[in-house]
């Protein structure tokens, strides 16, 4: 009897699995998940044929699988979102419960994030009946384990941050950290550090178990967080045969070799150099082959696809892939469609950059891909090609601005270089596509440590000037950014005398995600006893000048491209001068030779003060637009087309000033 119970118990042990088993979160997502029409073309049952590049990517957050970290450098408009980013998550909360936490860029998204997307992922999986509080001491509204900011369920919780709140982080570790749109992180917070290594910190305790996922569109090159993210893993490509002759190969917007063949997105031209859609297709990358393939195409290629590292990884258990939109499966954002925005920022004709900003967002959100300002040296017989005739200093020329734009010019902006004994005025207006027009540059002289003297003659001019068109048309400054880099306080004292439209500026080499401007933060504007101040993007907008003048072409025959310079005949040649006064520098590191940064630097004794206002010009124009998209037409963000078409009912017109 006794041998019996010893056999039965040495029967039960061995029935004891060595080693445990789980499903893998692909199997499992296409066994859960179901998709609401509102937020995908593809409603129903998910399933990773539509997304057969996604597979690999979500599988690695098995708990058998050794991976750490996983980076995703992409495109935008992908379904990364719904495919893997909510995969991982809804995983941990149903087959392989865990703590996890979920960082995207700021506060507003966080509840959008949960009220569009989270909610919605839990109820398509029917797994709403799993979230509630797991805390015994947990009574009514107290916890309910079911919040805008965290869900609680058996094993473990979610918890939603926005990057900007690293309080939040504190006090709590996790198992698993899914970060979005890493690029729209803080470089740093005060006395905390860097995003990323806050959300590192927070998985510390379960090193050798720990998973995190790190996705995002790449913004500015030398600045990108997913850049550096990238380049630490394998850097994995998706290779995908050709239809016709099974060349596997990765899909890139535009290929060359050695020998000038070319591959890649591909169509014709009409004799307006518009492209013909219906001839858009993929070049082969083979030139033994050469064919074709169209969109629709991708239905069968996509399956046979396959996952290839281009490098080898910098630390252990660190994978990185990249992926843009024209893996997109049939049905979702098309390669004609890229075409399209192409050709809406790129001229096809004389092959260069049209609409830079355009380009921008293409490079980024389509190809997945680091942006670089593009800027030269300007040289002062460069700039002084720019003078139009016909065109006199402190007058609009509406009549030729009609004809060279095909809108008169909509708004007037000016900008104030402060030095020690000069205050340097520049004032400019702008028809549509931002072409711009200098209507006048001239100085003021005077101590400016004085609170009469010059800014009082600035006041006058900035309060009561109005500038007439040829058509009649009357205009007054809409906005005027004052620099605060000299004679601060004094800078600071006379933009308190406006309740609005005067605004402090600071001059910064760079901004985060290369943005334009920034407001500076709530403590300095109490401190300096301003309700907005700025800091400004000068090399982002000095380059942008450059590139207008070194590189932007205009046939007379079209309208002009976007931010095209006109300067008055009569402008004087000391004021073209200016704007070589500065070269554009690469600093690097004195010790590995890394890339640093690039920045405009002064060249010693050179004045370059119409260099300065004609950014902090473009930068007044931008903050005034981006108020506007959001305040007047209820808008996320700023949208320059919308902006343009919007004042074309000459709004910032002088009231009865049109005779």
Not at 136 to 161: F, I, M
Request: with cysteine; net charge neutral.
């Amino acid at each position: 009897m006794v041998l019996t119970d010893i056999d039965f118990l040495i029967k039960q042990i061995e029935s004891i699995p060595s080693s445990q088993e789980y499903e893998l979160p692909s199997v499992f997502a296409e066994r859960v998940r179901r998709l609401t029409p509102d937020l995908t073309p593809f409603p129903g049952r998910f399933s990773f044929v539509l997304f057969p590049y996604f597979r690999k990517i979500v599988d690695l957050f098995s708990p058998l699988d050794p991976t750490e970290d996983v980076v995703v450098k992409k495109g935008n408009q992908l379904g990364f979102t719904t495919a893997v980013l909510e995969t991982v998550m809804l995983y941990h909360i149903m087959s392989v419960p865990k703590s996890q936490m979920f960082v995207t860029a700021d506060a507003n998204l966080v509840k959008t994030s949960v009220a569009t997307r989270i909610e919605k992922m839990i109820d398509g999986a029917g797994a709403r009946h799993l979230i509630y509080s797991q805390s015994r001491k947990a009574s009514g509204a107290q916890n309910t384990g079911d919040t805008s900011k965290a869900k609680e369920y058996p094993g473990g919780y979610l918890h939603v941050y926005g990057s900007k709140n690293p309080d939040a982080f504190r006090g709590l570790s996790y198992r698993v950290s899914t970060a979005d749109e890493v690029d729209a992180y803080k470089d740093h917070l005060a006395d905390e550090g860097s995003v990323i290594s806050l959300v590192k910190n927070r998985t510390d305790a379960f090193e050798g178990s720990r998973k995190r996922l790190w996705g995002s569109v790449p913004k500015v090159k030398g600045n990108s967080k997913i850049d550096t993210l990238y380049d630490e893993g394998d850097q994995q490509k998706f290779f995908v045969p050709c239809k016709f002759c099974n060349t596997m190969q990765e899909l890139v917007w535009h290929g060359k070799n050695e020998s000038g063949y070319i591959w890649g997105i591909t169509w014709e031209n009409d004799e307006n150099f518009r492209p013909i859609i219906d001839t858009v297709g993929y070049k082969c990358k083979n030139p033994a082959c050469g064919q074709v393939m169209k969109n629709y195409d991708k239905a069968l290629i996509m399956p046979l696809g396959e996952w290839r590292a281009t490098a080898a990884a910098k630390h252990p258990n660190i994978h990185s892939f990249h992926v843009s939109p024209l893996y997109n499966p049939p049905g979702m954002f098309s390669w004609e469609s890229m075409v399209k925005e192409w050709a809406e920022c790129w001229d096809l004709q004389h092959n260069r950059i049209l609409d830079i900003e355009k380009y921008r967002a293409f490079r980024n959100n389509k190809q997945g891909l680091t942006f670089e300002e593009p800027g030269t040296q300007i040289k002062r017989e460069k700039a002084l090609q720019f003078r139009r005739s016909s065109f006199a200093k402190g007058k609009i020329p509406n009549v030729q601005s009609i004809e060279d734009t095909g809108t008169p010019i909509l708004i007037v902006v000016a900008s104030v270089d402060v030095q020690k004994y000069c205050l340097y005025v520049d004032v400019k207006g702008y028809s549509k596509k931002g072409s711009t027009w200098t209507i006048d540059f001239f100085d003021i002289e005077g101590e400016t440590e004085d609170f009469n003297g010059p800014w009082d003659v600035l006041d006058d001019y900035l309060e009561n000037k109005r500038f007439e068109a040829d058509d009649g048309r009357v205009y007054r400054i809409a906005i005027t950014l004052v620099d605060s880099g000299w004679n601060t306080d004094y800078a600071y004292a006379f933009a308190g005398r406006h309740y609005a439209g005067i605004y402090a500026s600071k001059g910064i080499d760079k901004l985060q995600n290369g943005e334009t401007f920034k407001v500076f933060d709530r403590g300095t504007l109490e401190r300096i006893g301003l309700p907005q101040a700025y800091h400004i993007n000068t090399t982002k907008l000095k380059d942008r000048i450059s590139y207008s003048m070194n590189d932007s072409f205009w046939n007379s025959k079209d309208f002009q491209p976007a931010w095209y310079p006109n300067f008055p005949e009569d402008m004087r040649d000391d004021y073209f001068a200016m704007f070589e006064a500065e070269q554009r520098v690469i600093e690097r590191d004195k010790k590995t030779n890394k890339w640093l940064r690039t920045i405009w630097k002064q060249r010693s004794q050179a004045p370059n003060h119409a260099f300065d206002t004609y950014a902090y010009n473009l930068a007044a124009l931008e903050i005034f637009a981006d108020d506007f998209c959001r305040r007047e037409l209820n808008l996320p963000r700023l949208d320059w087309v919308l902006f343009w078409d919007e004042i074309k009912d000459e709004r910032f017109i002088e009231p009865g000033g049109k005779k």
